[in-house]
């Protein structure tokens, strides 16, 4: 599914090593978590995944294709095929909870049924009788399974989150743990990118740690140690 294969990554202007030879790969159906302390180039991988920065060196590709070989007509369908959590959930203030999803869905091209894939989203996870409300009409944690809802509403393969509890309290960053463990039980790829401890202990899954750009573990079912 991802796969990444001698990457690195070195921002010019500011001459930082923001990824340092980076090898690894993710299957189809995997649950995986990034660790490492602020700085450690988890948000970068991220980014590299979702082709809005390329490798200084190295290859990343997706379901076996070479994103630098990717022309921009095709990055809609890679996005597409992509959905993404923000730590700041960057929903659109003036609209609803549905038309935050129909909107999504429209920007990737999306027609026919919009109103009711939007629903299907918020279903499932668990906020269909909020469809009406605006982000600031819901609590963090509600928000935050919008936008949840949002990433999955092209019903993409792969989603990726970074610090998706970040804001949140632990009883409501274990419902969105439990949420995304469900989401990737019926088939996404779930990746998370976090450098909290309490998510990464709370549910054990294959963790990959960054150190200054390194990548220096690699364990199937992790728990958090830098
Ligand atoms: N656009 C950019 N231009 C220059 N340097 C950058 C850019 N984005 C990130 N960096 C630098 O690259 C390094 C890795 O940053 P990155 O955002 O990937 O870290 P992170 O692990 O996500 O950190 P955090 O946990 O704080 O979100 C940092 O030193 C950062 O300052
Ligand atoms: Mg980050």
Redesign the pocket.
Known sequence: MIEFKHVTKT?A??H?H?LRNVDFAIGKGEFVYIT??????????LALVLRRTVPTEGVVSIAGQDLSRLRDGQLPLLRRRIGMVFQDHRLLPKLSAADNLTFALRATGAHGQLEQKALNALRLVGLAHKRKAFPIELSLGEQQRVAIARALVTNPPLLLC??PTGNLDPDTSWEILELLNDVNIKGTTVVI?T?SRDLVDAMKHRTLV?RN?ELVRDDDRGGYSL
């Open positions: 921002y202007r500011t930082t923001a490492g302390h602020s700085g450690a180039g988890k948000s970068t991988l970074d610090e990118a450098h960054l750009g």
